[in-house]
């Protein structure tokens, strides 16, 4: 199920590979600000390194978890101007 990525999607393929980011982006802030005592503020070019690993901020990556969780689940029905969330056709409501 390879499906172009949207603009505004900050999903991953998987939960696991989505969490497996957010590791990797928080610990390089954690490691850059930590290592500044010992390194010196050269520690702190990690930092940046962060915002690939999370495709953007932090925030960016907390949306992205929401839309990996709820891929296929629900789903985005615009009428009139007016847009609700929905289960997605042969989803039960859970």
Known sequence: MNTPARKGDFASR?????????AIGFGLIAGSIALVPVVG???L???????????GCPTC???????????GRLERRC??????LTP???????
């Open 14 to 22: 998987s939960v696991p590979r989505h969490l497996a980011r957010g």
């Open 41 to 43: 503020p050269a520690a």
């Open 45 to 55: 070019l990690a930092a940046p390194l962060a915002l690939i690993a999370f495709r």
């Open 61 to 71: 990556w907390m949306v992205g978890l929401v839309q990996t969780v709820s891929r």
């Open 79 to 84: 009428a009139d101007g007016v847009c609700t």
């Open 88 to 94: 997605a056709p042969g989803r039960p409501s859970s």
